[in-house]
């Protein structure tokens, strides 16, 4: 019997106020969403900014609709799903333009989609992101992550946030009854704990193999800091994504590994649970990332479960604390933007992308309260049974 996060939740009026918070600005999303023809991901003046389709966050959106659909049954949510699921098939037909985000692109809401409704559609799309991700396995045990840009062959690069796209080579495995998507899953997963995850728990965004020999070559900073420091966001990856390389493998491991990343980012969050976008960045100024602490609180909200009971409560405090901190002085919930998180920094060095809103910060809040008030489906492990 794991640890009940639901009936553990210490404050059940918080748990109400946010559940309807968060319908009443959905909705509001969903009408500003509709004005548009393409996905949610920033907002300016009010308004969802412009987005190409195809964008690695594109995901998020219907997976933030299903959620609520789920949680409150209003039909509108499931529509918007719907809607943005059908404008992502401009990505898939542009295949080659995909990079290894396609876990974030179509698990969290094709192939949640599929376990709900059986939509052979939504089997296929999700198969074929599979496949996608699949194909960009390179044999020495690492999943390229992006494609050239002009300027470098990234043929070598891979990126600690790939540990949330393993979870659709899981289901792959699951869908096909084929072990290759989830051994390819797992050798990621195995070079990520060998060579992004340091010691003392942190971890490295960008790691460079050779891509002919395997070998380890380069790190760099990413959408840190600098190489060596440590991106907030990144942690958050790393913390979530080995908790779901557990889950579905069972190999412990994953489990020491996330529970390593845990305390690292928890040492670093307690002046105000608040995460700054780099651990080791200067003092000043102070910038913060929302997405990190709700990524991170759903992770350990999962991390929670997955321990012995003894050991249960400490991830499960930090989650709470997290969010809440999050939510009192971060959250807006007003009319005035369509979304409720708008501390997100894209990349410390993105000077324009400091404290903005990203959506994906507002679909964590969502699945964390979800999960708080008893959603079973863990929309990165559709198929999990009793869910
Ligand atoms: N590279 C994905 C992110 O910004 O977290």
């Known amino acids: 019997m794991s640890f009940d996060i639901a009936a553990r939740f210490p404050d059940a009026a918080w748990l109400k106020s946010m559940a309807d918070k968060l319908d009443e600005?959905?909705?509001?999303?969903?009408?500003?969403?509709?004005?548009?023809?393409y996905i949610p991901y920033s907002a300016e003046n009010g308004q969802w900014k412009k987005t190409a389709i195809g964008w690695w966050t594109n995901g998020f959106w219907p997976a933030a609709m299903w959620q609520m659909y789920r949680a409150t049954g209003r039909e509108t949510y499931r529509e918007e799903a719907v809607r943005a699921e059908g404008m992502l098939d401009a990505a898939l037909k542009d295949f080659k333009n995909l990079s290894h985000d396609v876990g974030f692109m179509w698990l969290i809401h094709s192939g949640?989609?599929?376990?709900?409704?059986?939509?052979?559609?939504?089997?296929?799309?999700?198969?074929?992101?599979?496949?996608?991700?699949?194909?960009?396995?390179?044999?020495?045990?690492?999943?390229?992550?992006?494609?050239?840009?002009?300027k470098e062959n990234r043929a070598g690069w891979a990126i600690v946030d790939c540990m949330m796209n393993l979870p659709l080579l899981y289901w792959a495995s699951w869908a096909t009854g084929d072990p290759r998507f989830?051994?390819?899953?797992?050798?990621?997963?195995?070079?990520?704990?060998?060579t992004f995850v340091r010691p003392d728990g942190s971890c490295n965004h960008i790691v460079i193999f050779d891509p002919v020999t395997g070998e380890a070559v380069e790190t760099i900073g990413g959408q840190g800091y600098e190489n060596g420091s440590s991106w907030s966001r990144g942690q958050a990856w790393a913390l979530y994504?080995?908790?779901?390389?557990?889950?579905?493998?069972?190999?412990?491991?994953?489990?020491?590994?996330?529970?390593?990343?845990?305390?690292?980012?928890?040492?670093?969050?307690?002046?105000?649970?608040?995460?700054?976008?780099?651990?080791?960045?200067?003092?000043?100024?102070?910038?913060?990332?929302?997405?990190?602490?709700?990524?991170?609180?759903?992770?350990?909200?999962?991390?929670?479960?997955?321990?012995?009971?003894?050991e249960a409560k400490f991830y499960f405090d930090a989650a709470v604390r997290i969010l809440k901190a999050q939510e009192e002085k971060c959250a807006d919930w007003s009319q005035a933007t369509p979304a409720v998180f708008t501390r997100c920094t894209s990349a410390y060095h993105d000077l324009a992308g400091r404290h903005i809103a990203m959506q994906y910060a507002d679909y964590y809040f969502i699945e964390a309260v979800c999960k708080l008030r008893g959603e079973k489906m863990l929309f990165w492990y559709p198929h999990r049974k009793n869910a």
């Open 182 to 194: 989830r051994l390819m899953a797992q050798a990621h997963a195995d070079t990520t704990m060998r």
């Open 112 to 150: 949640v989609r599929y376990q709900m409704e059986r939509n052979p559609d939504s089997f296929d799309r999700t198969l074929f992101a599979a496949h996608m991700l699949a194909s960009r396995f390179n044999p020495n045990g690492f999943i390229r992550a992006w494609n050239d840009n002009g």
């Open 241 to 310: 994504g080995f908790v779901l390389s557990y889950l579905h493998t069972g190999k412990q491991e994953y489990l020491d590994t996330a529970k390593r990343v845990a305390h690292y980012f928890i040492s670093q969050i307690t002046d105000d649970f608040i995460p700054r976008c780099d651990f080791r960045q200067p003092e000043k100024p102070e910038i913060k990332d929302n997405a990190a602490g709700n990524i991170a609180a759903c992770g350990l909200l999962e991390l929670c479960q997955a321990v012995p009971e003894a």
């Open 25 to 37: 600005k959905m909705q509001f999303a969903v009408s500003k969403a509709q004005e548009t023809d």
